[in-house]
Structures are given as structure tokens and as C-alpha cells.
């Protein structure tokens, strides 16, 4: 388990990686992919992989993420990578790489077929913050006929 730079306990590779994974999700990202490569490489544990449609879109996506890892995790970056061409963002982790793609420069790169001896994770079964927003909560009524 890594640790913060205070040194309290981060959440395991994998709870980062679907966190990851949502916030993608969260700020309209399409194609969301995690991939568990624990068994193929010691480098990293899990690749997370998301396609945005605009340089702007990727930027957004890969600063909440930044954003969301740091401050609330206390996960520090070890890298970035692509920023300022945005055609292929990197944010390394250490042991989750997020990667985030224009929709032509991912089909190029192939990384899901690069990497194919990989198993897929699925996506979190949680709601993402979207949907929760959009989901209309019926009141709570109560039944008077009892008292």
C-alpha cells in the first residue's frame, strides 16, 4: 500500500483506479477502460484508459483528476505527460497511469491491444456523480393510519 508524503495510508491501487475511472465518466469522458496488469509488469498495477472529444475536455478531465487525488487522497503525481499537445494525456501515479486520448490518437496507439494480456476490470457498480444529481427523490410520506 503507498502512502501520502504525511505518510496516512492511500486507498488500495485498484479503489484509486475506479475513482479514477469515474471522475472520467463524471466530466463526459467516453470509453472508459481499466486494465489490472498486477500480473504482467511490475512497473505499474493499473492502467486506466479514457477518451475525450476536445483538448479543452482533456485538460478538464485530467486537472480533476489532479485535483481530486491530491487533495482529497493526498495522492501525489509522479508525472505528466501530453499536456500541452493534448492529443495523449499521461498522468503517472506509480502504480495507476492514467491515460487519456483524442479518439484518433488512442485507436493509433492501441494500448488495450498492447497490452491485452491484461483483465479488464468492470467499472465501479456506483452511481457516478451525474446520475445521482439527476435522479428525482420521491418525498417521504408518512402513513398516519398506524398511530
Known amino acids: ?6 505518510g496516512n495510508k492511500l486507498p488500495s491501487s485498484l479503489e484509486r483506479a475506479r475513482l479514477a475511472a469515474r471522475l472520467i465518466v463524471d466530466n463526459k469522458g ?13 512497473a505499474f498495477d493499473f492502467f486506466v484508459i479514457g477518451s475525450g472529444t ?3 475536455q482533456l485538460h478538464a478531465i485530467s486537472d480533476e483528476i489532479d485535483e481530486v ?3 482529497q487522497l493526498g495522492d ?12 495523449w494525456v499521461v498522468l503517472d501515479y506509480g ?3 492514467v491515460h487519456l486520448f483524442e479518439p484518433e490518437t488512442r485507436e493509433y496507439y492501441a494500448l488495450e491491444d498492447l497490452w ?17 444529481q ?6 417521504i410520506v408518512e402513513d398516519e393510519s398506524n398511530n
Do not use: C, H, W
Not at 76 to 87: C, L
Not at 116 to 132: F, M, N, R, T, Y
Not at 134 to 139: D, F, K
Open 1 to 6: 500500500m503507498n502512502k501520502t508524503q504525511s
Open 69 to 71: 487525488f491530491e487533495k
Open 76 to 87: 501525489v503525481r509522479n508525472s505528466i505527460s501530453g499536456y500541452q499537445e493534448s492529443r
Open 116 to 132: 491485452g494480456k491484461g483483465k479488464e476490470i468492470p467499472l465501479d457498480a456506483e452511481v457516478s456523480k451525474a446520475e445521482v
Open 134 to 139: 439527476e435522479t428525482p427523490v420521491a418525498p
Open 30 to 42: 467516453e470509453d472508459v477502460r481499466i486494465l489490472d496488469l498486477r500480473e504482467i509488469t511490475q
Open 54 to 56: 476536445s483538448r479543452r
Open 95 to 97: 502504480d495507476v497511469v
